[in-house]
């Protein structure tokens, strides 16, 4: 249950106070009867109407979008200088408070996930969850057999952290092309792990997240909700 006036903002894209002066003048039904009652509670499945038209859609609790993110981008939900990936996806969600769930650099590009889901946010960043995040990486430098061991073993960084194991494999006839699966987050880890190798990383793509591969359909700061196979896949590294 939910109140009117909240549902119906959610439903229209309306503030709260135009939702109020709306039900107040009569111009809403719930299941066909006016309600002039903000506060009413109603069932958030409720058949709403707003001047006699019916209310397309469901209420969404939350929004779960896959976003391929553009270099140039900041993967926060606000910032005073750049452009964010919350700004990408405002106008068509306006009322929504969406954060990413995850970061990746300003220079990098790929699958981040926004929502409005603090608690699916926080499973999927929590370290002991271990959630699998796959990266097509250009190096200055071609991959080596050292370089692969030392990330299946666990590379220690110049300040002396020890990362978990990760893995480092030729993703092509590239030698500089190479696909890193981690299941760690730390600042900044594939350029840092490289360092410790004396590679630059020259580019960063994330292609997936959780098992859920970024939309090959989508071009740079193009979005699109998840499916629900797709939601079902990450809720199910909890």
């Not at 959610?10 to 299941?31: C, F, H, L, Q």
């Not at 058949?47 to 209310?55: E, I, T």
């Not at 990362?163 to 092509?172: D, K, Q, T």
């Amino acid at each position: 249950m939910m109140r009117l006036d909240k549902l119906l903002a959610a439903r229209t894209g309306m503030t709260r106070s135009e939702s109020r002066k709306a039900i107040a003048k009569g111009r809403v039904t719930v299941a066909g009867a006016v309600c002039k009652q903000a506060d009413a509670q109603v069932d958030e499945a409720a058949a709403l109407a707003l001047d006699g038209a019916p209310l397309a859609g469901a209420y969404q609790k939350y929004v779960y979008i896959m976003l391929n993110k553009p270099a140039g981008v900041v993967s926060a939900s606000r910032d005073k200088r750049d452009t964010t990936v919350a700004d990408l996806v405002a106008a068509a969600y306006p009322r929504r408070q969406l954060f990413p769930a995850g970061r990746l650099d300003k220079t990098s590009t790929g699958f981040v996930l926004l929502t409005d889901d603090g608690a699916l946010a926080h499973d999927l960043l929590a370290p002991a969850h271990h959630v699998e995040k796959v990266y097509l990486v250009t190096l200055d430098a071609p991959l080596t057999p050292e370089m692969c061991a030392g990330f299946a073993a666990g590379v220690t960084l110049a300040d002396g952290q020890t990362l978990a194991p990760a893995l480092a494999e030729p993703a092509g006839a590239d030698p500089c092309l190479v696909r890193v699966t981690l299941r760690q987050g730390v600042y900044h880890q594939i350029k840092r792990m490289f360092g410790v190798f004396g590679a630059g990383v020259n580019a960063l793509h994330r292609e997936s997240i959780g098992g859920v591969a970024l939309d090959g359909a989508l071009a740079p700061g193009q979005y699109r909700e998840l499916t629900q196979a797709e939601l079902a896949a990450l809720q199910n590294w909890r």
